[in-house]
């Protein structure tokens, strides 16, 4: 795999025992992060951007996320479960919400704080960014981490157009750990925890774009939560603590498709789906589209609750998000927070915490930081693609023909790896071994 500086690293990982070499994750990767070296996947932590394709296309499950050990929470005194509206979503509607969240409690955390609070001064920090920049036409919202990432290593001329600004989920560790401690509480004794749809928001705590320092303690994978939850539903209801929130309808849709965009005055527009993304950022760069305004774009399709890390079909977690906005709108949260106590400022000092001061390119296409180096290998890996079958048959453990000479160039493959070119030479032989591992020769002992 290319060597040199890593500069991103990824949250997903690949279960030897369990992967067959089958190539279906790396036909799949939309940064061709993934090689087959000894007969398994391989990920580049460079190349990968965490949208979780991979994961979703694995016929074996090899493909896994690596979460924090759940008993982390017992170091905190003061144990916040940070939970995206997305989680709720994961439940028929005949559980109330304030059971779920009784559930949470009842496994340990002291106190739960809905991400989606933060819509407000999200979309304040959106607008602020928007009016100081007013030389950018096309604004990208920066909810989406995989979004983000993959601008950086695909589209590296368009890093400008991404908000600079962080995750909602920071902005909600920030309020709610204030809170705790103007309650008296030491910060030392406070944990957040985050509960996480997808592989792209792990990355974006663990090694944040923005560098800097995160209020997240620890983030728990959907998934796993839900189990849990789901096993101890069933005579929760009755004993649910009520507890305060007041969102409103608007802010239970916030990680929907268009659930963002929707708060926007003026020109917006939703992408979602991995394709869709690939194809507006491709018209966006080639300034093939005019698009004024501000684009949602959520890599996964349908937003948050089509994550890797969700349990439900999408589309049923979707209308149940929909259901639960109808109540809260009939509840007349808006006028609710309105009336609450609830400062919903923001002070200078979240301000400047929430800016990221520079989105770097890391376009996956450069080959040399020397130019005139990086030009004499573009014009080899040019000459040694022509010189390949162009049938992307993946055999040499690279997605396609373009990848392998990419991979030549670099240092990381050699010729000899096409089946195509040297089929019968001792180093071909030695070179498939290397990549499919035992698997040619017992096919080879079967016949
Ligand atoms: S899809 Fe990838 S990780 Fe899964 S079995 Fe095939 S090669 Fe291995
Ligand atoms: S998470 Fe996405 S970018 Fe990373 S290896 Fe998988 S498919 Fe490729």
Redesign the pocket.
């Given at each position: 795999m290319p060597t040199g500086e890593i500069y991103f690293r990824h949250s997903l990982r690949?279960n030897d025992y369990?992967?067959?070499?089958?190539?279906?994750?790396?036909r799949t990767c939309p940064t061709a992060a993934?090689r087959?070296r000894g007969g398994?996947?391989v990920i580049s932590d460079n190349k990968c951007v965490d949208c979780g394709e991979?994961m979703k296309?694995?016929?074996?499950k090899?493909?896994y996320i690596k979460q924090d050990d759940f008993g982390l929470i017992e170091n905190y005194r003061y144990r916040v479960c940070l939970v995206p509206t997305t989680f709720i979503g994961q439940f028929d509607t005949k559980y109330k919400t304030k059971a779920i969240y009784s559930c949470l409690l009842k496994l340990g955390f002291t106190h739960i704080y809905e991400v989606e609070h933060e819509v407000p001064r999200m979309m304040e920090l959106y607008n602020r960014y928007m009016e100081d920049h007013p030389e950018i036409s096309t604004f990208i919202s920066p909810y989406c981490p995989a979004v983000t990432r993959l601008i950086q290593v695909r589209f590296p001329s368009l890093v400008d157009n991404v908000i600079h600004v962080r995750a909602p989920l920071e902005l909600a560790s920030r309020v709610i750990v204030k809170r705790l401690m103007d309650d008296g509480a030491r910060r030392e004794s406070i944990g957040v925890f985050y509960v996480t749809p997808c592989a792209a928001k792990i990355a974006a705590v663990k090694y944040p774009v923005s560098g800097k320092e995160t209020y997240v303690s620890g983030v728990i994978n959907m998934d796993f939560l839900y189990n849990k939850v789901l096993l101890m539903l069933h005579d929760s209801d009755k004993n649910a603590q009520p507890i305060n929130h007041a969102l409103t309808a608007r802010d239970v849709m916030w990680p929907l498709a268009g659930g963002e965009a929707v708060n926007f005055k003026g020109y917006q527009y939703a992408v979602d789906g991995l394709q869709n993304v690939l194809n507006f950022l491709e018209k966006l760069e080639d300034e093939a589209v005019d698009a004024p305004g501000l684009v949602e774009m959520r890599i996964c399709d349908q937003g948050c609750v089509g994550g890797v890390l969700t349990t439900n079909d999408r589309f049923v977690a979707r209308k149940r998000l929909e259901y639960r906005a109808r109540l809260f709108e009939r509840l007349e949260n808006s006028k609710l927070r309105e009336s609450s106590n609830e400062d919903n400022t923001l002070t200078p000092e979240w301000i400047k915490d929430m800016e990221i001061p520079d989105i770097k390119p890391r376009s996956i296409y450069k080959l040399n930081d020397n130019y005139a180096e990086a030009f004499k290998m573009a014009e080899r890996m040019k000459k040694i693609e022509k010189a390949l079958p162009g049938v992307n048959c993946s055999a040499c453990g690279a997605p396609s023909c373009a990848a392998l000479a990419e991979d030549i160039v670099r240092g990381d493959a050699n010729a000899d790896t096409c089946v195509f070119i040297n089929p019968l030479s001792k180093t071909s032989k030695d070179a498939m071994n290397r990549i499919w591992g035992d698997r040619i020769k017992s096919n080879k002992e079967e016949q």
């Open positions: 690949v369990l992967c067959q070499g089958c190539t279906t994750c790396m993934i087959i398994k996947a991979c296309a694995c016929p074996h090899a493909i």
